[in-house]
Nanobody, 122 residues
């Protein structure tokens, strides 16, 4: 499976932004997807994940503000981000795996997109 993230940009604190992951390959409905982010000088952290059955998981820092979804017909995995804060500034990466557990863990993913920059200004 191949992934390409898009939709990043500059947004004011409190605003909203939607990033999306375009997915290509076969049997995409059997994959589980995650979003991770990496701020300057920091490690890459889990943001959100969505399983093949649409079950979701979120990092505590984004619960209630971010929403992950999947459109198997359009082969996309959008991440809707609301009430953005300065600390949400990072490069956002989408990833895919057929593993069904530990979807909040970077090591279970074996396919990664190139990342898209999200900058929140106060």
């Amino acid at each position: 499976v191949q992934l390409q993230a898009s939709g990043g940009g500059l947004v004011q604190a409190g605003g909203s932004l939607r990033v999306s992951c375009a997915v290509s390959g076969r049997a995409l409905s059997t994959y589980n997807f995650g979003w991770f982010r990496q701020a300057p000088g920091k490690e890459r952290d889990f943001v959100a994940a969505i399983a093949w059955n649409s079950n979701t998981d979120y990092a505590d820092s984004v619960k209630g503000r971010f929403a992950i979804s999947r459109d198997n017909a359009k082969n996309t995995v959008p991440l809707e981000m609301n009430s953005l804060k300065d600390e949400d500034t990072a490069v956002y990466y989408c990833a895919a795996t057929r593993r069904v557990t530990s979807l909040n863990t970077e090591r279970v993913y074996n396919s990664w997109g190139q990342g898209t920059q999200v900058t929140v200004s106060s």
